[in-house]
C-alpha cells in the first residue's frame, strides 16, 4: 500500500474528512477549487495536523491521533513539489539543489547529483538565478530539489500551473519517467481531467468540505 489516509482536517470553520488507500504509481487528488486538496498533501507533509485519524505512507505510520504519532515534517521523508515551485531567490540553483541534498544522511540518498542532472535535463542551468529561469526551467529545478532530499514518496500540488502549453508535454514526461523508473508513490494534486487521466493510476475525488457550525 503506497498511501493508507483515514484523517478528519478543521481549517477555519470547515471540517474535511478523507478516506482512501491507494497502490503504488501515481494517485491523483481531483476535485474543485476549495475542496480540500492541498489541505491533504499539507497534512502528509505534516505542515497541518488533523484533528483525528491516522497517515500512513508506504507501510511507515507518519500520523495517527490514537497512537500519539505525529512525525516531525523533516522526519517524513517527504519530497513536496509546490504550483509556484518556491525556490529560494538568492540562491543559485546549483545551491537550491543542494539545499535538501546536505540535510540527508549520506546512506539514505538513493539518487546522485549526475543523474538527477541529466534526468531533468538542467545541468546547463546551475549558476543560473531562479529569477532568470522560464516556468517550465524552473518547475524542473524545484522537482530536482525534491528529488535530492532523498524522500520517499512525492506530493506535487499543480506542478503544471506555472509552465507554458509548449513545456507541458516536457514536464508531463518527466512525471511519468519519476513514476516509472524511480517508483516513488506520488500524491498529485490537479484540475485537468486529462493530465489526470494520463498520469494516474488512481483517481481520488475531493468532495468540497461543509462548515460546520
Ligand atoms: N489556514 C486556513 N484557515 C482557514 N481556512 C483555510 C485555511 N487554509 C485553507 N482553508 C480553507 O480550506 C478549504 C480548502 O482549501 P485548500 O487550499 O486545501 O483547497 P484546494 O482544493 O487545494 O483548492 P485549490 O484547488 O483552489 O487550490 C478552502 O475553503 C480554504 O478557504
Not at 135 to 153: C, D, K, M
Request: charged share 25%; proline share 6%; with cysteine.
Amino acid at each position: 500500500m503506497s498511501f493508507d489516509v483515514a484523517m478528519t482536517l478543521q481549517r477555519g470553520s470547515l471540517r474535511m474528512h478523507y478516506e482512501f488507500t491507494a497502490g503504488p504509481g501515481l494517485t491523483a487528488l481531483f476535485g474543485p477549487s476549495g475542496a480540500g486538496k492541498t489541505s491533504l498533501l499539507d497534512a502528509v507533509a505534516g505542515l497541518v495536523r488533523p484533528v483525528e485519524g491516522h497517515i500512513a505512507v508506504a507501510g511507515a505510520t507518519l500520523f495517527d491521533r490514537a497512537r500519539k504519532i505525529d512525525l516531525k515534517p523533516e522526519k517524513r521523508r517527504c519530497g513536496y513539489v509546490f504550483q509556484d515551485h518556491r525556490l529560494f531567490p538568492h540562491r543559485s540553483v546549483r545551491r537550491n539543489l543542494l539545499y535538501g541534498w546536505r540535510l540527508v544522511r549520506p546512506e539514505e540518498r538513493w539518487l546522485s547529483i549526475d543523474i538527477t542532472l541529466d534526468l531533468l535535463g538542467i545541468r546547463h542551468l546551475l549558476d543560473r538565478m531562479p529569477a532568470t529561469l522560464s516556468g517550465g526551467e524552473a518547475q524542473r529545478v524545484a522537482i530536482g530539489r525534491a528529488l535530492l532530499s532523498a524522500p520517499r514518496f512525492l506530493l506535487m500540488d499543480e506542478p503544471l500551473a506555472s509552465v507554458d502549453a509548449s513545456r507541458r508535454e516536457e514536464i508531463l514526461s518527466l512525471i511519468e519517467r519519476i513514476r516509472d523508473e524511480l517508483k516513488l508513490p506520488i500524491l498529485y494534486v490537479s484540475h485537468d481531467r486529462g493530465e489526470v487521466e494520463r498520469l494516474a493510476q488512481q483517481i481520488v475525488p475531493i468532495e468540497p468540505a461543509s462548515a460546520t457550525a
